[in-house]
């Protein structure tokens, strides 16, 4: 494999879609040494047929607002690959999602349900809706509009769609139950991050927060250090920021510094349980602003309108909002400050630049396809439960929960262990992902 040809020919198959692009080259630049290893994997033609979906659904979706006018926005699922199992990934609505973002979002999905173990091919999907500022009766509207076109491409042994950005479990609850009454099969499976007692998991609101958690202290661990008193900034205060933020005070860290659109909350004394639980409710106003927290806690919190949660002195730093969030700058700016370590929460939460800084300041560096995996691997749980109409206990879950992340953490460093004795987070994910997915491939044949 040439990776620059590969790049090449994509670019000019795929031009503009740089945030597809640049997942590719992320993996394909890691994985290249051991791929090339692989004469068989050259002749099936794996990376070629691994960078392209299986296939792409495009759609309208029509709704009506509360003044009677009539709404119309484009929805999307991308069904990437299926190897290892039904396509699994969450459904984003921002008005900023496009097909190149939903690609890269799918291509990150295939590796990081790899990491899991468990049988979960890879998909995402979503629209160009922008929740904020919308009222229920709006958001059930588009819900049910948005499942009207898709609910024909999901299903348990098909496609089991979950939440993402802009969909929480009050969109989930609104897609599952127009999916139900169209299909007319209570099929819970069909979506994750479904409420408990209709079909949903215990953990499942905080396992993608609570899982980064769970693979930091393994990375603090592997340096002889602990989580307790250090202080960490998210970026942020949605479900995933929220759940680190919970574990995180559990554990005995600091959460100094939260952000949103607007600006960086900066909570000097750390934030406590009273505040994480109004993160539910700023989370649910949909004003999207972060300086309700400052106006809430006005004694606790400084708000700076304009800045990150990276201005913010931290030992530990964890983007956990959206991709592309933390620039050169911002990377440059945590290093300047002290930063210890730099876990991405969100997906792909890094540019390229940034981890290159990152990397090259001896800092260790966790991509998201590892440190966030546990939102999708308490998915799988959730499909399991449903599979046997059985819901397991919060501690059933959690330990579950743990020895997955242990595990996706364990093969990071088997496969990212470098000759100075150092761990290459980043390649580790990758090569440990792409291989379980190739030898799949592979066993399955030229399909």
């Known amino acids: 494999m040439n990776v620059q040809t590969i790049m090449t020919n994509l670019e000019a198959k795929h031009p503009g879609e740089k945030e597809y692009l640049q997942a590719v080259r992320e993996v394909l630049e890691s ?41 119309v926005n484009l929805g999307y699922r991308v069904q990437y690959n299926a190897a290892l199992g039904a396509y699994k990934g969450g459904l984003r609505f921002h008005p900023k999602v496009n097909e190149s973002m939903l690609k ?21 999907g ?17 819900c049910q509009a948005f499942m009207y076109e898709l609910w024909r491409n999901i299903g348990p042994d098909q496609d089991s769609p979950a939440g993402d950005v802009g969909v929480g479990g009050r969109e989930i609850g609104y897609l599952y139950g127009a999916y139900k009454k169209i299909a007319r099969e209570h099929s819970t499976g069909a979506l994750t ?36 008193g250090k202080t960490i900034a998210l970026s942020g205060f949605g479900n995933v920021a929220w759940g680190a933020a919970t574990k995180a005070v559990e554990l005995g860290a600091k959460v100094v510094a939260i952000s949103g659109p607007d600006g960086v ?25 972060v300086e309700d927290m400052a106006t809430k806690f006005p004694t606790l919190c400084k708000f700076t309108a304009g800045k990150k949660s990276w201005s913010v002195k931290c030992d530990i730093a964890c983007p956990s909002a959206f991709q592309n969030e933390l620039s050169e700058a911002d990377a440059k700016e945590l290093i ?59 501690e059933e879950v959690d330990q579950k929960l ?29 090569i440990a992902g792409f291989m379980r997915v190739a030898n799949a491939m592979m066993a399955q044949g030229i399909i």
């Open 31 to 71: 994985i290249e040494e051991v791929y090339n290893q692989h004469p068989e994997f050259e002749k099936a033609k794996i990376v070629e047929r691994l960078v392209e979906p299986d296939r792409i659904f495009k759609f309208r979706v029509v709704w009506v607002d509360d003044q009677g006018q009539v709404q």
């Open 402 to 430: 743990h020895k997955i992340m242990n595990d996706i953490y364990d093969m990071c460093v088997q496969y990212g262990k470098q000759a100075d004795g150092s761990i290459n987070y980043v390649k580790g994910a990758n």
């Open 104 to 124: 890269f979002l799918g291509f990150e999905q295939i590796f990081k349900n790899s990491l899991t173990n468990l049988p979960l091919g890879g998909g995402k």
């Open 193 to 228: 991050g479904k409420s408990y007692g209709w079909g949903g998991s215990l953990m499942r609101p905080e396992a993608t927060g609570f899982g980064a958690i769970y693979y930091v202290v393994r990375m603090l661990k592997e340096k002889g250090e602990d989580i307790k």
């Open 126 to 142: 979503g629209s160009d809706f922008d929740p904020v500022g919308k009222s229920d009766e709006e958001i059930m509207r588009f």
């Open 336 to 394: 300047a400050n002290g930063v210890q370590y730099v876990a991405e929460i969100s997906n792909m939460g890094c540019q390229a630049e940034a981890i290159h800084a990152i990397q090259a300041a001896g800092i260790p560096f966790g991509p998201g396809k590892a440190v966030n995996a546990g939102g999708v691997a308490t998915s799988g749980l959730e499909i399991a439960q449903n599979a046997a109409h059985y819901n397991w206990t919060a």
């Open 265 to 289: 909350c900066e909570i000097p004394g750390g934030i406590n349980m009273e505040m994480i639980n109004y993160m539910l409710d700023m989370r649910a106003s949909n004003r999207n602003k």
